[in-house]
């Protein structure tokens, strides 16, 4: 649409969440649970063909990345977790960046944050 580049993060393989979200759902028409299944892997072949880059936090889901049609070259992991380390007041990069000050902050969804939007706290 607007030819920017895409990079997708994925915390979870949201196909997969969303196959047993359905797979469980009873509130879903069975015969429509496959083709609603189906939609949800279109998708993310689709996502995966338009990024230029795609992360995930942990190996595994890395290679089911790749399993589901990712290209390997696009995959890379990001790992949850801090240095804290390199924050500790007397640690060199903290001098250098932080004029030995220490900060912190969170990103991430929070159930006060109407439909899941991202806050910043």
């Known amino acids: 649409m607007h030819h920017a580049p895409v990079l997708l993060t994925e915390h979870g393989i949201y196909t997969r969440e969303r196959e047993e979200e359905i797979i469980r759902a009873e509130w879903v028409v069975p015969s429509f649970?496959?083709?609603?299944?189906?939609?949800?892997?279109?998708?993310?072949?689709?996502?995966y063909r338009r990024a230029y880059r795609v992360t995930s936090l942990?190996?595994?889901?890395?290679?089911?990345?790749?399993?589901?049609?990712?290209?390997?070259?696009?995959?890379?992991?990001?790992?949850?977790?801090?240095?804290?380390?390199?924050f500790l007041p007397d640690s060199p990069e903290a001098k250098g960046r932080l004029g030995g000050h220490w900060c912190g902050g969170s990103?991430?969804?929070?159930?006060?944050?109407?439909?899941?939007?991202?806050?910043?706290f």
Not at 33 to 47: A, T, V
Not at 107 to 120: A, H, I, M, S
């Open 33 to 47: 649970k496959n083709r609603w299944i189906r939609f949800f892997y279109m998708l993310s072949e689709e996502i």
């Open 58 to 86: 942990f190996t595994n889901a890395r290679r089911t990345q790749i399993e589901m049609g990712c290209a390997a070259e696009k995959c890379i992991v990001i790992p949850n977790g801090v240095q804290y380390e390199r």
């Open 107 to 120: 990103f991430g969804t929070d159930q006060r944050c109407k439909n899941d939007d991202l806050c910043v």
